[in-house]
């Protein structure tokens, strides 16, 4: 079974200032793992995907995740929050083990992200 | 290069009237996935398609929801006798093969509300 947990609904922080978004996984095999964005009113677009190559992920617009296997986590960083990241990101986990759906996404609740100028 | 479209963007049904979204997704991709996000939730798979077969189907609601992609191209999700619980973005998903590893490539969604 396949389960995303996003530890927070919203997160604050200031214009400069790092970001921590959460997430905790379950999976019954080693799956991938990725991080989408949602601008109001756009599309899901992919920030990055974890795929059992390096554990520490670079994405777009300077966001970056790490993988825990111990820690069954993959959260979300970035080093100066830019106002243009408010949005709704979501973590994704994709089972790889065989009988489930090849790219069938499981998404978390989301995290809404707030950036204060 | 146009990305996965869906039409239409809005729509407004009320109860018990049937419904069809429409999703034209990029050219060549072979696997289509529809997915349902309620409001505050993240998106729930309703069903899959590899071209036109339909190889999963098991995130659909009721026997009310239906889905076609019937040349392995454009796909519409039918909704028959609309309730107010169908309320939600109805998202549509290509990609280019059949790997886990190729990204999914999602339209800007179909907001249906009942009322």
């Known amino acids: 079974a396949q389960s995303v947990t996003q530890l927070d609904s919203h997160v604050s922080v200031s214009e400069g200032t790092p970001v921590l978004l959460r997430c905790n996984y379950s999976s019954s095999y080693s799956p991938s793992l990725f991080w989408y964005v949602q601008h109001p009113n756009k599309g899901l677009q992919l920030l990055l995907k974890y795929t059992s190559a390096a554990t520490l992920v670079k994405g777009i617009n300077g966001f970056e995740a790490e993988f825990k296997k111990s820690e069954t986590s993959f959260h979300l960083t970035k080093p100066s929050a830019h106002m243009s990241d408010a949005a709704e990101y979501f973590c994704?986990?994709?089972?790889?083990?065989?009988?489930?759906?090849?790219?069938?996404?499981?998404f978390g609740r989301g995290t809404q992200l707030t950036v204060w100028p | 290069g146009a990305g996965v479209s869906q039409s239409p963007r809005y729509k407004v049904a009320k109860r018990g009237q049937d419904v069809a979204l429409r999703c034209d997704p990029i050219s060549g991709h072979v696997s289509l996935f529809w997915y349902q996000q309620a409001l505050g939730q993240g998106p729930e798979f309703l069903t899959y398609?590899?071209?036109?077969?339909?190889?999963?189907k098991s995130g659909l609601p009721s026997d009310r929801f239906f889905a076609e992609r019937p040349e392995g191209s454009v796909s519409t999700l039918k909704i028959q006798r609309t309730q107010q619980e169908d309320s939600a973005v109805y998202l549509c998903?290509?990609?280019?093969?059949?790997?886990?590893?190729?990204?999914?490539?999602f339209g800007n969604g179909t907001r249906l509300t009942v009322t």
């Open positions: 994704v986990v994709s089972p790889v083990d065989r009988g489930s759906t090849l790219g069938r996404l499981y």
């Open positions: 998903a290509s990609r280019r093969g059949s790997s886990y590893n190729s990204p999914l490539h």
């Open positions: 398609f590899q071209n036109e077969a339909q190889l999963d």
